[in-house]
């Protein structure tokens, strides 16, 4: 995982860590919404969340904020413990996302409110000439004086006697915003500010936060679901997803360099291949071997990310990839343009247009291709159901159970299958995804033995059993498999894998018959 | 045409239906006869007699502080009560909403001879407690049933919002929660006042023997029909009638003003 060693690189500023998190889980009842993340803040810094809804961007807000507490692991702020100190104990103020302004007092009192309850210490010196210091309210004056300011950063001058229902849902957010910094916190907490405005507000005010965080110069933690909001604003992202860390780093890096196939489907547009490393520096993926700059272990699955704008369109027969316009759409900068290479569609982003219906040539230079590992733990096929309801994939066919595709369904015996609700369905032909575990895999010297064959291509140890790789020399199709026997590389060997273990589901509704 | 005058005439049919005993109970109060039904010219002898009957005076206000200080405590109890389940984990919030409303559905009867038995137990029946007790029993639920609809429409971040700008817990419940919940707070307290005061049944059974209210006392002079004892009753029946529909009035009007100035 990128982690920490990832900020600690990408990081604009090397200023003191202001935030830390270790280790901390949050659960609520039975659902695990962050799960024993680290990460830290540096002072100054603005650092986002970014993450699809549930992902536990929110409650990592929450515990920095104290209102939720973690399950397990530690929050420091400074380098002390604050993970059981109170929200108002914190030096951290939050902007909510619909804003909670306190709907019965006027924009000053909303403003002014944590200044009224704020005591600072004074330093008085007593007629012997000694001094001591006193915990005192600030003074009206003083008071005032702060809330004119923090209304001023916002655009809000004047507004002190307007109550807060006559105000437009931009401004109630400034509100908010001037509420929090005119307590000059260490940090501010922001959570999906600008969910609930439109576009051309939301965009204004993005421009508006980033300047604020320039001049007040305090750490911005803010919360998001939308990537590009996160681009334009961060110093730093943090990408979650199921309550886990999935990548640290700067906005350019994590669009350039990201960790993981989600990472790149969730920031920006991307093209996701299956390839697997043929040679140094070298990738195969829609049928043909592409130069790269990462490097990987040879015959290695991997995933591989082509952003849309990093595809040139060339002549047909110039391209290393040639194929068939299938659509175009205008978008305002550039059209969209959707190419049907062989099997698989590429999205091309180009200012230049063409015809539904051409043949094109693609391009993709080395350093528009970013590879990723590939963190699968199951061999995952395009297959189709057989008339004898076995099932075709991987230049092989294997016997399976297909009523696994409607739960409560039976064969009959002319081979249909019937449905729970006693619909007959012939599924011959139907488009499956299959799934088959690393270990569920058995090879065998006997190349009739069973339902598809190959060459072994790579055997890794891996501790306590050996990773091979079988590839099948029509289609190349790769069967990864554990196996605790040693085998030979090109060694030509046939495939088992038991029916029960041929996980099967469907690509679309079956054509009922 | 017909329809209208149809539908006109049976809405005055059901109104004279439902306010002719009770205009009849104010005709009456303007004579001075023992027996209601008996007219012997119009005087206000009856409202004369009412303000210099020193006992009728005692236990009017005997029933106001009692009404007062029930609806005061309940209305405390019942909005910490609401609170308290607004806050809680929703396995404990809605058991416990479900069980703080029983007694509304509750036979009053029941409760009653429930708060009989068990102050009886503990020794404390008939005294000031147990009827200020039986009283809360009475209203508490209701303050709970105005003031929790008034939590649930309230910004779920605003309590954390006043704790974030540095408000303890208690500063943030008095200085942010209650006002939200104000109008539902008041509105709990006006009807157990409204409860209380009407009350007989739970009066009666936990009152202090010496004690009463006007719904005791009116109970008890009229019991034998319409021969009353006291016929100065009707003239305080007839002015809580006229007061209770100043209130209403009031109620509304300040209602309707208040959603015009919202527009």
């Not at chain 1, 012997?128 to 005192?136: A, I, R, S």
């Not at chain 2, 104010?26 to 006992?55: C, H, M, P």
């Not at chain 2, 102050?119 to 508490?140: K, N, P, W």
Request: glycine fraction near 6%; include cysteine; hydrophobic fraction near 45%.
């Amino acid at each position: 995982m990128a982690e920490n060693k990832n900020d600690a690189m990408n990081s604009p500023s090397k200023a003191e860590k202001i935030i830390e998190i270790v280790g901390a889980s949050k659960i609520f009842d039975d659902t695990v919404a962050v799960d024993n993340i680290d990460l830290y803040v540096r002072k100054g810094e603005f650092i986002t969340f970014l993450g699809p809804s549930g992902c536990g961007k929110t409650t990592t807000l929450r515990m920095i904020a104290g209102f939720d507490i973690p399950t397990s692991g530690k929050i420091l702020l400074g380098g002390k413990d604050i993970t059981n100190l109170p929200p108002n104990k914190r030096p951290i103020n939050t902007v909510f996302q619909r804003y909670a302004l306190f709907p019965h007092y006027n924009i000053y009192d909303n403003v002014a409110f944590g200044l009224k309850l704020k005591k600072i210490p004074v330093t008085y010196v007593n007629a012997k000439g000694e001094t001591y210091t006193k915990m005192q309210k600030l003074t009206r004056r003083e008071i005032d004086e702060k809330v004119k300011n923090a209304l001023a950063v916002v655009d809000l001058e004047g507004f002190e006697k307007r109550s807060v229902s006559t105000l437009s849902g931009g401004q109630q957010q400034r509100v908010a915003i001037a509420r929090a910094i005119v307590n000059e916190p260490e940090i501010l907490l922001l959570d999906e500010p600008l969910g609930a405005l439109d576009l051309k507000m939301r965009k204004e005010m993005q421009i508006e936060l980033k300047a604020m965080h320039k001049k007040l110069g305090i750490t911005f933690i803010y919360v998001t679901h939308d990537q590009e909001e996160a681009l334009t604003m961060s110093d730093t992202i943090v990408v979650m997803k199921d309550g886990q860390i999935q990548q640290i780093g700067t906005p350019t890096a994590i669009y350039n360099e990201p960790a993981n196939a989600f990472v790149a489907n969730f920031i920006g547009d991307s093209n996701l291949f299956n390839g697997t490393m043929v040679g140094k520096m070298s990738v195969r993926f829609c049928n043909r071997n592409f130069k790269c700059l990462d490097d990987f272990a040879l015959h290695e699955k991997v995933d591989v990310v082509v952003r849309p704008e990093d595809i040139r369109m060339t002549d047909a027969d110039k391209g290393m990839l040639k194929g068939e316009v299938i659509s175009v759409v205008f978008k305002g900068v550039h059209y969209e343009i959707t190419v049907k290479a062989g099997k698989t569609e590429v999205v091309v982003q180009s200012t230049e247009s063409r015809n539904v219906g051409d043949v094109i040539g693609l391009d993709i230079l080395p350093d528009g291709i970013h590879i990723m590992k590939k963190e699968f733990t199951v061999n995952r096929y395009d297959g189709y159901i057989t008339k004898r309801n076995t099932v075709a994939f991987g230049d092989g066919e294997f016997e399976c159970d297909v009523t696994q595709l409607y739960p409560g369904s039976l064969l009959d015996e002319e081979g249909y299958l019937v449905t729970a609700d006693g619909e007959k369905l012939d599924l011959t032909d139907t488009d499956v995804t299959v799934e088959v575990g690393f270990t569920d895999i058995e090879i065998s010297d006997d190349a009739d033995a069973g339902g598809a064959r190959g060459h072994i291509v790579s055997i890794i140890y891996k501790g306590d059993h050996y990773q091979v790789i079988v590839r099948t020399e029509e289609n190349e199709e790769d069967f990864v498999l554990d196996t605790e026997d040693l085998w030979n590389e090109n060694d030509f060997v046939s495939v088992k894998i038991p029916p029960e273990k041929i996980r099967l589901s469907l690509k679309q509704e079956a054509k009922q018959k | 045409m017909v329809k209208k005058i149809l539908s006109v005439a049976l809405c005055v049919a059901v109104l004279v239906f439902i306010y002719s005993p009770i205009l009849l109970l104010v005709v009456y109060s303007f004579t001075d006869a023992n027996v209601i039904g008996k007219w012997e010219g119009f005087s206000f002898k009856l409202y004369a007699d009412l303000f210099q009957n020193r006992e009728i005076m005692r236990i009017l206000l005997n029933t106001v502080v009692l009404a007062l200080v029930a609806a005061v405590l309940s209305t405390v109890i019942g909005t910490a009560g609401a609170i308290g389940i607004f806050y809680s984990k929703k396995k404990v919030a809605a058991p416990l909403k479900g069980i703080s409303q029983i007694p509304i559905i509750n036979a009053e009867i029941v409760t009653a001879i429930s708060l009989a038995l068990l102050f009886s137990f503990i020794s404390l029946y008939r005294t000031y407690f147990s009827l200020i007790v039986g009283h809360m029993v009475l209203c508490t639920p209701f303050v709970v049933l105005s003031v929790m609809p008034k939590l649930k429409q309230m910004d779920p971040n605003v309590y954390e919002a006043a704790l974030d700008l540095g408000a303890s817990p208690s500063t943030a419940l008095f200085k942010v929660v209650i006002p939200q919940i104000f109008s539902g707070i008041v509105s709990g307290f006006m009807l157990s006042i409204t409860l209380s005061l009407d009350d007989y049944i739970v009066t009666a059974f936990t009152k202090p023997r010496t004690f009463d209210t006007i719904s005791t006392y009116v109970y008890n002079a009229v019991k034998n029909g319409t021969n009353s004892s006291t016929p100065a009753l009707r003239a305080l029946s007839a002015l809580i009638f006229i007061v209770m529909i100043a209130a209403v009035l009031a109620v509304n009007l300040r209602a309707g003003k208040k959603k015009e100035g919202a527009k």
